[in-house]
């Protein structure tokens, strides 16, 4: 059985004021919920559960997506009681028995997340890291000297290129061994411990689109891309 878990208990303080009283997977795209988009596509590529990680104010997402049978997905529940980070919360769920996917509530990517779960699957790694390329631009000439201050290299307006997380992972369940059972713990913790176990952890890399809603200009910008291709996001009109 193909299976999720969203981690939705963050109180998304870079979008404040609105998250304050609001929880950031219901912030809408349009008239539809972020998180509500992410179910929607995730029963599209086949996943059949999706549990979702718990916390800041979960009373109004349980309220609004109940068992998710309206979104074409079994939805269920993981409350923590205090922050526990972003692998933490894994630690309180129950039978991850089978390769599952790991995903951020406030992603919005064309992803096919079911196809990434399979290679993962078939890889036989302990962890899939789905990543992207960005690049950042220095404004400035960066000097660079020895050890006496004298120039040896000058380069003008240099552009660096590198693969950050899209915040979403396919773990197989002998990485959850490496997670306290109520401790808290972020993912690249977790990957550092994997590796220092000699497991072997994989890149993905994806060139389609890809946005974290997690500022006001993300979440702006993700309004009008949202708009414009929303048959992209979700092909089937759901």
């Known amino acids: 059985m193909k299976r999720a878990v969203i981690l939705a208990g963050g109180k998304g303080t870079r979008l404040a004021p609105y998250t304050t009283v609001f929880p950031k997977p219901l912030m809408p795209l349009g008239d539809t919920p972020?998180?509500?988009?992410?179910?929607?596509q995730l029963a599209t590529r086949g996943f059949e559960r999706a549990t979702l990680a718990v916390g800041h104010l979960a009373e109004l997402m349980e309220a609004f997506f109940g068992d998710g049978s309206k979104f074409?997905?079994?939805?269920d529940?993981?409350?923590e009681e205090q922050p526990l980070g972003t692998a933490g919360p894994l630690s309180l769920i129950s039978g991850l028995s089978e390769p599952f996917l790991v995903m951020n509530g406030d992603v919005l990517t064309t992803l096919d997340y079911g196809a990434f779960l399979a290679e993962h699957a078939a890889s036989g790694a302990a962890a899939s890291v789905a990543t992207k390329k960005r690049s950042t631009r220095i404004d400035f000439g960066i000097v660079e000297?020895?050890?006496?201050g004298d120039i040896t290299g000058y380069i003008e307006k240099p552009e660096h290129e590198y693969r950050v997380s899209m915040g979403v992972y396919a773990f197989s369940p002998e990485a959850l061994s490496h997670i306290?059972?109520?401790e808290r713990l972020d993912f690249p913790d977790l990957i550092l411990r994997l590796l220092a176990a000699g497991?072997?952890?994989r890149s993905v890399a994806f060139e389609g689109y890809w946005l974290d809603i997690g500022r006001h200009d993300d979440f702006a910008r993700a309004q009008?891309?949202?708009a414009a291709k929303r048959d992209e996001f979700l092909p089937q009109g759901g």
């Open 199 to 201: 497991k072997r952890v």
């Open 180 to 182: 306290e059972h109520g």
């Open 145 to 148: 000297t020895d050890t006496a």
């Open 34 to 40: 972020i998180l509500e988009i992410v179910l929607r």
């Open 72 to 75: 074409g997905i079994a939805v």
């Open 77 to 79: 529940y993981s409350r």
């Open 224 to 226: 009008e891309e949202f």
